[in-house]
């Protein structure tokens, strides 16, 4: 039977009285495995407690309109298992997951202060799925995303109150470089990396208008399908990330073609490219308007033009100290908001926000 929640009732983590509180509870649910541990080795608390959940590895994910069943299933079984020690606060990585922990915490009666981080959608939904998943997002005190152009996209979307959704940019350490004195691809070449939104079909045509300009693009088989490769471009598929970022390294540029002009994705290769001290040439897109700022660490063209993307492609590989100047702007500004710092910072401010009656220790 389903049990509606009391809005009256306090969360778990503002049960106990602050002086009683010896240990925190977080529990920390991803899509994929293995599980979303980073937040645990990152973050430290000698005095929490954590609980991690993703679903087991199963052929059903390779198809589409079964990775919620077995998803929905797993969620079901790991709520069951939280509902015997509530924790006092809930990570969530992947709004698929965040959904079906917030439907079935509330099936449940679990009262819990829910983050729902990494809340980005590739495609939104629509029809039932979209009412389901607006009422269910109702329930989770604080959502995180990586661009503006989100915050308000979801507002609208899913009805989600606009305070309820904050911004934090795509954080991480500078990449691991495999084998980084020894390139992967032999001599000078612009790079692309990444599959998902992206306009392939856009970067192929433009490579075919600027043949002195050697290409390396590191995607999914997929994203060339019915394409035809020039010669001077080399495909790279299905490579460890260490062998992707070398090709990133000893690029001269990174390219990022966007399948549209307000597509927030393409946050995980941008930060990469300025960590490692890339110009960077993109899609004029709002969803990634935080990360590139036009002259100084990129220059931006209008989606869908390979006139325009050759162009700008011909002006970078011209222009080697420019690309050079604006890759240490991309670098520094990496190092003050895009570090793994920045992310801990912001973890920590959320868990003292959402569980203040936590024992204080060294690393809040």
């Excluded at 899509?31 to 005095?47: C, E, I, K, M, V």
């Excluded at 079964?66 to 969530?92: C, E, G, S, Y």
């Excluded at 329930?139 to 606009?162: A, C, H, K, N």
């Excluded at 010669?231 to 690029?251: K, W």
Aim: net charge positive; hydrophobic share 45%; aromatic share 10%.
């Amino acid at each position: 039977m389903r049990q509606e929640l009391n809005p009256e009732a306090p969360l778990n983590g503002a049960a106990a009285p602050q002086a009683a509180r010896q240990t925190l509870e977080i529990a920390c649910g991803s899509l994929n495995p293995p599980p979303w541990r980073w937040l645990a080795d990152s973050l430290g608390l000698p005095f929490a407690h954590w609980t991690f959940f993703s679903p087991p590895a199963t052929g059903l994910l390779s198809k589409v309109r079964r990775i919620d069943l077995h998803l929905m299933n797993a969620v079901r079984l790991w709520m069951a298992q939280l509902r015997k020690r509530p924790p006092d606060l809930l990570f969530t990585h992947d709004p698929r997951v965040s959904f079906w922990c917030a439907t079935f915490a509330r099936r449940r009666g679990i009262r819990v202060a829910h983050v729902a981080y990494s809340f980005n959608f590739v495609k939104l939904p629509t029809g039932f799925r979209r009412r389901w998943m607006s009422r269910a997002f109702q329930d989770i005190q604080r959502f995180v995303v990586y661009s503006t152009m989100e915050q308000q996209l979801y507002s609208e979307w899913f009805g989600i109150p606009l305070e309820k959704i904050h911004l934090q940019l795509w954080g991480v350490g500078v990449p691991d470089v495999a084998h980084r004195e020894t390139p992967t691809v032999a001599g000078r070449y612009a790079c692309a990396l990444g599959g998902n939104a992206r306009d392939y079909g856009a970067l192929i045509a433009a490579a075919a208008l600027t043949p002195h300009v050697p290409l390396v693009l590191v995607c999914r088989p997929h994203n060339l399908e019915g394409l035809n490769v020039p010669d001077h471009v080399r495909v790279l598929t299905n490579i460890p990330f260490g062998e992707a970022m070398n090709v990133l390294y000893h690029s001269q540029f990174m390219i990022l073609p966007l399948a549209g002009a307000q597509v927030p994705c393409g946050h995980v290769t941008l930060v990469a490219a300025m960590h490692l001290g890339k110009a960077l040439l993109a899609t004029q897109s709002t969803g990634i308007a935080d990360y590139v700022f036009e002259g100084r660490n990129g220059v931006t063209c209008t989606p869908s033009d390979p006139q325009a993307l050759a162009a700008a492609m011909g002006k970078l590989w011209g222009d080697a100290p420019r690309c050079a100047a604006m890759g240490e702007e991309g670098r520094r500004f990496a190092a003050e908001h895009c570090s793994e710092e920045a992310v801990r910072g912001h973890l920590r401010a959320i868990i003292k926000e959402f569980a203040p009656g936590a024992r204080a220790g060294p690393h809040i």
